[in-house]
């Protein structure tokens, strides 16, 4: 079981511990060095420790797995520092576990990080967990967290909307249906109705059936109005762009207006209502952001 708590001053000879084994572990993921901390005195670390805002250690059997600091930065955001997993705790989600527990305490604070190009575990971590690329200086990769809310829109754009549009590019019918709660209530459509899942999913194949019969292939985008959501259920409209290509290479362009409502299912996203209509316009969809831009629908602190 992993376990995570606050450490402070008193705290020191454990946070030296994990310090100095990060250091020997990874000198190439660190701008300190061994040789800069290897002989300092209490009185450094408790130092060191007073002056950050917020230092986590995680445990695994009250043996310490992994490490985590943060400072506030003049502007208001939060700045992540010495993160690092022990190596018999890696693969074991002690680095989520951390960052969860950072996050918690940031609220709806930025947070962003410096963190080495060619550390590629690191990069993979952080953007599993909500941070996006900001920019490249001499190797090093700023990555910025906006926030839970940040997070739980790259986990709908990971779970549903990604997935949705690879689908649709794919003729993949099984796949896109395998993005909706079993409970599903679909509604609007060019057929105006309303049906349950095993309803939507016959006429899905059917249109697919159709479609491939013709020759015919489609894509699907989307551009979002609104975006809300807690982390369990979620409450998204926006306008969507379908391109059908016929064989002949001749194209059609539809645009309509959606309200989809998921939640999460055994940890990930699903669609539990889904309404469109055909009643939007291409300048309603240049209007809306696209789904990497969560600016607009950050929670201000």
Known sequence: MITVRAVGVDDWATWRELRLAALADAPHAFTATLADWQDADEARWRERLAAGARHLVAEIEDK????????????????LVSLWVAPFARRRGVGEALL?????WAGERTVRLEVFTSATPALELYRRNGFVDDSEVDGKLIMVHAGPTARYLTELNADIWEPYRAAHAAGDTDAFL????????????????IQNLDEYAAASRAWRADMNERGSRVAIEFRFTERI????????????????TRADGDQKVFHGHFHTFARKIYGRWRIVVDYDNTDATAADFDAGTHPDDFTPYLTQA
């Open 100 to 104: 969860d527990s950072l996050m918690d």
């Open 64 to 79: 310490p797995a992994g490490m985590v600091g943060a400072f506030d930065n003049p502007d208001g955001t939060v700045e």
């Open 178 to 193: 395998a993005l909706h709660a079993p409970e599903l209530v679909r509604a609007g459509g060019p057929t105006r109705s």
């Open 229 to 244: 959501t807690d982390g369990e259920l979620s409450s998204e409209r926006g306008v969507y762009r379908l391109t059908g």
